[in-house]
């Protein structure tokens, strides 16, 4: 299994207060993602990281920002949580060999939001 | 917007029998097409992929079917197994490996 560590694995927070979800990675790979998933809508992009310092928006990035001062660590921030973030966060990660399309995902997160 | 679109949502299928999921896409760019596994409680995993280029691709009872022209391709898994019950997504690759999944297909395969 690749080495990705994701933490928490499961929290419970109220609205309106800051949460951040943690990947880390043992495998050196350049790409990370930052991913939710939730019923009728498959896995959504919600940022992803092709280098340290260099990050993007998915798909569904409003009310989240990330960060990746290291190779290792991308994180992810909900600066202030509300109802409609409660979901299973994955996080992803990617050697980025030119035209596979392979991720290699964590256990994910589970974030309830009262 | 859902760039990839995947039926049908859920599936029943006897063991032995044929599972067929189908997506469809509308971006060009689109250049790389993975299906993933997802097990219960676990992240998805590469199940198989096929370039835009190929026709069909196969891999044990599994194969892809591209056509290209239709930006259409699915998923078959030929001789069902209770063992393949999960739930598989499409998904398509674009720009710096930037993938794309569908709604996700919940398999279930009855003995």
């Known amino acids: 299994d690749a080495g990705i560590t994701q933490s928490p694995r499961h929290k419970v927070t109220e609205t309106g207060t800051p949460v951040t979800l943690r990947c880390h990675q043992t495998?050196?790979?350049?790409?990370m993602y930052w991913y939710r998933q939730d019923p009728g809508h498959g896995l959504r992009l919600i940022h992803y990281?092709?280098?340290?310092?260099?990050?993007d928006k998915g798909e569904v990035s409003d009310g989240y920002s990330v960060s990746r001062s290291k190779t290792e660590d991308f994180l992810l921030t909900l600066e202030s949580a509300t109802s409609s973030q409660t979901s299973v966060y994955f996080c992803?990660?990617?050697?980025?060999?030119?035209?596979?399309?392979?991720?290699?995902f964590g256990e994910g997160s589970r974030l309830t939001v009262l | 917007q859902q760039q990839v679109k995947q039926s049908p949502q859920s599936l029943i299928v006897q063991k032995g029998g044929i599972s067929i999921i189908n997506c469809a896409y509308e971006?060009?760019?689109?250049?790389?097409f993975p299906w993933y596994q997802q097990f219960p409680g676990k992240g998805p995993a590469l199940l198989i992929a096929?370039?835009?280029?190929?026709s069909e691709k196969k891999e044990g009872r599994f194969t892809i079917s591209f056509n290209k022209s239709a930006k259409q391709f699915s998923l078959h898994i030929m001789d069902s197994q209770p063992g393949d019950s999960a739930t598989y997504f499409c998904?398509?690759?674009?720009?710096?490996?930037?993938?794309?999944f569908g709604t996700g297909t919940k398999l279930q395969v009855i003995p």
């Open positions: 495998e050196n790979h350049r790409y």
């Open positions: 096929i370039r835009p280029d190929v």
């Open positions: 998904a398509a690759l674009s720009g710096y490996q930037k993938v794309t």
């Open positions: 971006n060009t760019a689109f250049d790389y």
């Open positions: 990281s092709y280098g340290v310092k260099d990050t």
């Open positions: 992803a990660i990617s050697p980025g060999t030119v035209g596979t399309g392979e991720l290699f």
